[in-house]
């Protein structure tokens, strides 16, 4: 069973920085759309970034936009979103998805994903 698995959550303060990352081993990776997504509590998971296949295309949330940096590295099946000026906001379980057959660019609203990690915490304090 090919899972995802994103590592690099942690404890934050407002104002730093994270790099999140999403190993997919045992994936054609090159051919899916990646992205990631995140849950806070009490809240529906909601969309954050993609990155096209080739890595050339990304889309944001509003809410991430100019803070939030995706990409990808075809070569190592691995799916980076580096955070910076973290916000206590942004606190949440956040997934890394696989699609292939969406665009980056519609992403967010692709109900049904390929695969799904299990998660990685971040927390931010104030």
């Known amino acids: 069973q090919v899972q995802p698995v994103e590592s690099g959550g942690a404890l934050a303060q407002a104002g730093d920085s994270l790099r999140l990352s999403c190993a997919a081993s045992g994936l054609a990776f090159s051919i899916y759309v990646m992205g990631w997504f995140r849950q806070a509590p009490g809240k529906d998971r909601e969309f954050v970034a993609a990155v096209s296949r080739s890595g050339i295309s990304t889309y944001y949330a509003d809410s991430v936009k100019e803070r939030f940096t995706i990409s990808r590295d075809n070569a190592k099946n691995t799916a980076y979103l580096q955070m910076s000026s973290l916000k206590p906001e942004d606190t949440a379980t956040y997934y890394c998805?696989?699609?292939?057959?969406?665009?980056?660019?519609?992403?967010?609203?692709?109900?049904?994903?390929?695969?799904w990690g299990k998660g990685t915490l971040v927390t931010v304090s104030s």
């Open positions: 998805a696989a699609n292939r057959r969406s665009t980056a660019q519609a992403m967010g609203v692709s109900g049904v994903m390929d695969y």
